[in-house]
């Protein structure tokens, strides 16, 4: 028996998948104690219960959507949920095409309308401000002094934009406590009443702002930054940057030139005109109203005035968002209970359990003591899965849905698979009548490669599955490539070792009858053809060659095991040589 | 049954026991024909495939746990919001209720929500609400196909290079086509409603039978290794031999494939109703099944069958008919004298 080389390597890479597990326990339990990670995986929404939608961006123009675009639109999500005070959302790409917004709980309606508006920022000159509180009943102006335009508006500016009913709209509308309907896409030739909410420096104020004059496509860029003073020294105050490309420099120097000189004419008279403001809006509401201090003739404008570093940042995001009018489509939207998620990864689990132990049944019943190698590698594939998706779920955020789920039960059977491949493959050397130890040996050597070609299937249709996937195939997929890598470090790490150990036993070496590597039961036909037990009375082909003279028939020669197939060849030989040599003779 | 069951594979891998797959392989093409025509054939009589609400675009509600399963109910409450609406209220599972209607706005996706919470009487948490675009469905069978597509030919070429024979994997594809068109066949027939886990399910049983080939047909690239030295077998029987062999394998593979996947099909799905559990998992119910007996009546015969004309195998075949017609001769010379 071969005492040192198979079992020293066996006890090593046993140890090395020990180091393994145990370092992937460590890296968790690191994580768990430093609060960041915990035991149990991550759930789903369809799981823990919540709202997924899955929105497709839409560029305006019908163009396709790029990968920096779509980040983008993930971006412009990411803030207006996180805007809207949601926790714990959710928001990714899938697929490169689509954007999945993850909320816990049902989200109000104010939050679903705030997903799917459509971003679309422009810059449009103010015609009049006013604080955000609607004008009072008593006080609106009456119907006979309402502003009457005298001609058609010639500017922007122009004051004969304000008609009687948009001034009528601009007194009754409310901006301290603003509906959040999602109304209509405002016309962009037309002027806008609206308001800019309040925030933590300002109140909330409200606007009639005259036509869009440049359009948010025209930003080829923006930043924020520290001002600098007159001496270049830096100082406390954050200032964000624009950067208009072509199209907007000229236009936007026109708008300049133009509302520079109200804020001249005003200042000379010690008032304010809002008509010197221009308000970018975004989604049709005003997020900064900038009076223009200069003409702006290089189309690198820079708003200053009141920001903190946070404040400077949001708006410079939100200004190049502005560079790309993406609107949203919701594909699905699916609200699930934390009831029905529960309930069904229960089930889910108790599906998977009473799989699992069929599993287990039948390898016993098909292997006996054989199967609980079957038993115990997959309780290592399981371990192993267990802590990879505890540690995705910690590191890469990584969810296990109830497709996932699916995919883990729908792996126990793959898993066991390769056991079957192997272990069926050592039965035949078995019958070959070699002994456990090469058998185990030569059995590995070809299930080896089989379990690699099987698994690489696997694999393929996994990736194929994750990437070209929509909806909740990737969880599926992702689930079904980490079980499958799983299996693989199993079989080679586990599994094989174990048998080279086990064969050395003298319980499976000996092929006990439980043991299901039982020589007797396999029908093998030892090599060494000493013990007068091994043939059965009715292994006729046996009897027929070893009577030389009766020959093989066709039947017969199906019968023959390799071991007999070598000892034919030989009489084979000899009788052909002895024939050619009759023939020649005659 | 394990000692018969081993006795079983003990004679199949000598060759007692033998199963003709190759030989009566017009047989299973034949069949295997019909079942794919009638595949393609029955779901174009039934006008389409029963496709799920991802496919149809529309807004769908499941209540869990009603107090009581009257799907007049589940009606009135839709038709409450909506007036016109011809709601579709089933019982899927135990205590749970699905209605199905056309496309409905939030708003009165959250009225109808609360309608069925009073109706069934029901917490808030029981409801779920689904709701599908138009367009999604579109999406998820153009990116359905396209994962095909990628996942073909990618298998194809993984295979040619492992088997380093195209004949190979034309006949692992072939037999992955047929599972493929009957599974769906099946889909048709059994009504089930097709979702994008359906989908999924079919995509994993694609994978499965290949997996189930590629293990076959290793043994027969090992039983046909030096085929050109041997007058023992023609081609044909060695790969007969090969599937035979594998026979055992094939059969203990697909139960603990299936036995997970019915635990599924027949508990979690019984108890909790439609889902992505239960399409998932009949899809490859079904799907397991008839990939391996695809590999087994399909793929490996016809591999067989492409490579018989092959020079050099005929050449062997005739050597292997030249020596068994001298061994029955030398058989019946060497009885002669015994008899007289």
């Keep these: 028996m071969a005492r040192t080389g198979p079992k020293n390597t066996a006890l090593r890479v046993l140890v090395w998948l020990g180091v393994i597990l145990a370092v992937l326990t460590a890296v968790l339990a690191g994580g768990t104690m430093a609060g960041q990670a915990s035991w149990a995986p991550k759930l789903a929404l369809d799981l823990e219960g919540g709202t997924q939608m899955i929105l497709a961006p839409k560029v305006e123009g019908g163009s396709g959507i790029n990968e920096e675009q779509l980040n983008q639109a993930v971006a412009i999500i990411r803030q207006r949920v996180d805007g809207s005070g949601v926790a714990e959302a959710e928001i990714s790409t899938q697929s490169g095409r689509n954007v999945v917004v993850s909320l816990p709980g049902t989200p109000a309606k104010e939050t679903r309308a705030l997903i799917q508006a459509s971003a679309d920022m422009n810059f449009r000159p103010v015609l009049q401000a006013g604080p955000g509180a609607a004008v009072p009943t008593e006080s609106l102006t009456p119907e006979d002094q309402l502003p009457k335009p005298t001609a058609e508006p010639t500017n922007g500016s122009d004051i004969n934009w304000v008609t009687p009913e948009v001034y009528k709209k601009f007194e009754l509308l409310n901006c301290d406590n603003p509906s959040q309907d999602k109304q209509e896409r405002s016309d962009p030739t037309k002027p806008l009443v609206t308001c800019e909410p309040a925030s933590a420096n300002s109140p909330a104020i409200k606007y009639i702002l005259g036509p869009v004059e440049v359009k948010g496509s025209n930003i080829a860029g923006s930043s924020f930054q520290l001002q600098r003073g007159a001496q270049g020294a830096v100082t406390n105050e954050w200032a964000v940057n624009i950067q208009f490309n072509d199209e907007g420099t000229t236009k936007f120097k026109a708008v300049t030139e133009r509302l520079y000189q109200f804020n001249v004419a005003s200042q000379a008279q010690g008032g304010s005109d809002p008509k010197a403001q221009f308000a970018i809006v975004l989604d049709d509401q005003v997020i900064s109203a900038p009076r223009a201090n200069a003409t702006i003739t290089d189309g690198r404008p820079q708003i200053t005035g009141g920001f903190t570093e946070q404040s400077a940042k949001a708006l410079s995001d939100q200004l190049r968002f502005g560079a790309l009018p993406i609107s949203f489509e919701i594909q699905s939207e699916q609200q699930i209970s934390a009831t029905l998620g529960g309930e069904q990864l229960r089930m889910g689990m108790l599906a998977g359990l009473i799989g699992l132990l069929l599993v287990v049944v039948y390898s016993l019943f098909q292997y006996r003591a054989l199967g609980l190698v079957t038993v115990a590698s997959l309780v290592v594939a399981g371990a192993l899965t267990y802590l990879a998706i505890a540690i995705l779920g910690w590191t890469e955020n990584y969810r296990l849905s109830l497709a996932g789920v699916a995919g883990l039960i729908v792996a126990i059977g793959q898993t066991a698979d390769s056991f079957i491949v192997y272990f069926e493959r050592i039965r035949d050397e078995l019958r070959e009548g070699r002994g456990l130890v090469s058998a185990v040996q030569n059995g590995w050597k070809r299930a080896k490669r089989t379990v690699l070609a099987s698994k690489a299937v696997n694999l393929l249709a996994a990736l194929v599955l994750y990437f070209v996937a929509v909806g909740n195939v990737r969880g599926f997929a992702f689930t079904l490539g980490l079980t499958a890598i799983a299996d693989l470090i199993v079989v080679f790490m586990f599994t094989h070792p174990t048998l080279q150990l086990l064969s050395g036993t003298k319980f499976f070496g000996e092929g006990h009858r439980f043991s299901g590597l039982d020589p007797k039961r396999l029908g093998a036909i030892p090599l060494y053809r000493g013990a007068g037990r091994i043939r059965t009375p009715d292994d006729k082909p046996a009897v027929a060659l070893r009577a030389k003279n009766t020959g093989a028939a066709a039947e017969a020669e199906r019968r023959m095991t390799i071991a007999e197939r070598r000892l034919a060849e030989r009489q084979e030989q000899l009788a052909g040589s002895s024939k050619n040599a009759s023939k020649e003779g005659n | ?340």
């Design chain 2, 1 to 340: 049954m394990a000692t018969s069951f081993a006795n079983f594979g003990n004679e199949l891998y000598t060759g007692k026991r033998s199963y003709d797959f190759v030989d009566s392989k017009k047989i299973w093409f034949l069949i295997a024909a019909v079942l794919v025509a009638l595949s393609i054939l029955l779901p174009v009589a039934k006008g389409g495939f029963n496709l799920g609400i991802e496919f149809r675009g529309g807004s769908e509600f499941t209540v869990s746990n009603v107090k009581t399963t009257d799907p007049a109910l589940g009606e009135k409450a839709v038709k409450d919001v909506v007036s016109g609406s011809v709601p579709r209220v089933a019982n899927v599972a135990g205590t749970t209720m699905r209605i199905q209607t056309d496309k409905l706005t939030d708003d009165e996706t959250l009225r109808i929500k609360d309608g069925l919470t009073t109706a069934y009487g029901v917490t808030d948490n029981e409801v779920t609400s689904t709701f599908v675009g138009p367009t999604w469905g579109a999406d998820v069978t153009k990116q359905a196909l396209l994962g095909l597509a990628i996942f073909v030919g990618l298998a194809a070429v993984l295979m040619a290079l492992y088997f380093r024979t195209w004949k190979m994997s034309l006949s692992a594809l072939v037999g992955m086509l047929v599972t493929m068109f009957i599974t769906a066949g099946v889909y048709a027939l059994s009504d089930f409603e097709v979702t994008p886990s359906a989908i999924i399910g079919f995509l994993t049983v694609l994978s499965y039978s290949l997996y189930d080939t590629v293990v076959v047909f290793d043994k027969i690239r090992e039983n046909t290794a030096d085929l050109q030295a041997s007058t023992r077998r023609t081609f044909g029987e060695e790969v007969n031999l090969a599937v035979n062999q594998t026979l055992v394998r094939s059969i203990n593979t697909m139960m603990v494939a299936i036995l997970p996947v019915g635990a599924i099909l027949f508990i979690g799905a019984g108890l909790l109703g439609a889902g992505t559990l239960r399409d998932l998992s009949l899809a490859l119910f079904v799907g397991i099944l008839i990939g391996t007996a695809a590999t087994i009546f399909i793929a490996a015969p016809l591999y067989a069958w492409l490579r018989q004309g092959e020079r050099e195998l005929v050449k062997q075949a005739a050597r292997v008919q030249q020596r068994r017609a001298q061994a029955a001769a030398k058989a019946e010379t060497a009885e002669a004298p015994a008899t007289a």
